[in-house]
C-alpha cells in the first residue's frame, strides 16, 4: 500500500497546480477547472506521479474534511510574492486548527496496525477510535472560522475565485479516489478493467496470491455494508455555497454551520472504510505480510499531513 511521504507531498506543492489546472474533473457534484498552465511546466511523468500521490493521500487523509481540502488548496495558489508570508500563516494556522481531527485519525491508524500486528483486532477499540475521528472532525470548521475569514480578506476576487476552482477540483479527485475501490470490486479481476484501488496496491506490496485476493474481495462485500452512508450530493451542494460566498466581497465563515457535518461525514465515513478494509484484509495475511502491513500503517500513521514541511 502506497503511503506518501514528506518528500512526496512536496513534490505534491510543487507541481499538484498543473494536475489540478490542466484537468476538468468531473465528480457527482459537478465540475472543476482552472485555465491550464504552460505544458512545459511539468513533464508528463511528474503529473502522472502527482495524480496518484494526491489520489493516494486522498484515500487516506479524511480527519478535516472540507478545511483539508482549503488548506491543501492553499499549497497550489498563485499569490504575489507580498501575499506569501501571509498566505502561508494562514495555511499553518489551518493545520493547526486540525491537529486534534489529524490525532484521532493517528490514533485510529495506530490501533489497526497494532491490531494487524497482533492479529487481533479489538472491534470495540477500533469502533471507540472511528468514533473519535468523526466527533474531532465536527468540531474543525469552528474552530476555523477566523483563519477562514482571515484567508477571505488576504485574497484577491480572482485569487478566491481560484481557491474555489481548486477546492471543488480536490472533491472531484476525492470522490473518483474512493470510489475506485468499489468500482474495481464491482468488476472483479477483469485484465481489462485493472483494479487500482487499495486492494490492487496491497497486492503488489505485499504479494498477495490470488486466494488471498479473492477471500479479501469476499470479505470486503459484507464488511463495506457497516461503513456509513456518505452522500456526494450533501457535500457538492456546500461546497457549491461555500463557493459562491467565498467568491463575494463579503465572506463570514461563521454562517455556514453545515460545514460541521460536512466534515464529520468524510472523516467518519473514511475512518470507517479504511477500519473495514484492515477488518478484511488482515485474517488472510501471512505472519511475514501481517509484519510489513503493521509496519506500513505504523510509518503512515506519524508521517506529517503537510502542515509543517
Known sequence: MEYETA????????????FLGASVIVGCGGAAANTPP??????ASDVDDVADALMEHHRHHHHGGVTLMIALSLDTLGISSEQRTA???????????MELARAAEQGLVATLADGVAAANLDAAAVDAAIAQVTAAATSVHDASTDVLNELHAALTPPERAALVDKVEAHWAVWQKANAEEQTAKAEGS????????????LATDLGLT????????????ERMKAVPRLDPQEISTYLRSFGDAFRGD??????????NDANAHLAGWGAAHLAHFIEAVSPVLTPDQRAEFAQRLREHSVHSNGGNE
Open 210 to 221: 490470488q486466494d488471498q485476493i479473492d477471500k479479501i474481495r469476499a470479505s470486503l462485500g
Open 250 to 259: 463579503k465572506f463570514d465563515a461563521k454562517v455556514f454551520t453545515r460545514a
Open 7 to 18: 518528500s512526496s507531498l512536496s513534490k505534491i506543492s510543487k507541481i499538484a497546480a498543473v
Open 190 to 201: 477483469n485484465p481489462a478493467n485493472p483494479e487500482r484501488g487499495r486492494l490492487a496496491l
Open 87 to 97: 498566505v502561508e500563516k494562514i495555511r499553518r494556522d489551518l493545520h493547526a486548527r
Open 38 to 43: 504552460p505544458a512545459a511546466a511539468a513533464r
